[in-house]
């Protein structure tokens, strides 16, 4: 009988390995997307400002203290 409980109690943990494992691969996917999204967007944003289109100078000075490093 305690062999059975072992036995289950190891078939709970290889189980809550894999829903862990796919989780973590579900985010690691999100988190690239992301990144290649915040990629793109940075390279509007330099292509813009790089044909002089400029904003208001309030309005560069709040969106600078918002950049984020990549």
């Known amino acids: ?3 059975n409980n072992h036995q289950e109690h ?3 943990l290889f189980s809550q390995r894999e829903n862990i494992q796919t989780e973590l691969n579900n985010m690691q996917n ?3 997307s992301k990144r290649d999204m915040l990629l793109k967007i ?3 944003i330099e292509y813009l400002t790089q044909t002089g289109v400029t ?3 309030v309005e ?3 969106l600078q203290e918002e950049e984020v490093e990549v």
């Open 55 to 57: 904003l208001e100078k």
């Open 10 to 12: 190891l078939k709970e």
């Open 1 to 3: 009988m305690d062999n």
């Open 60 to 62: 560069q000075e709040n």
């Open 30 to 32: 999100e988190m690239t």
């Open 42 to 44: 940075q390279g509007a």
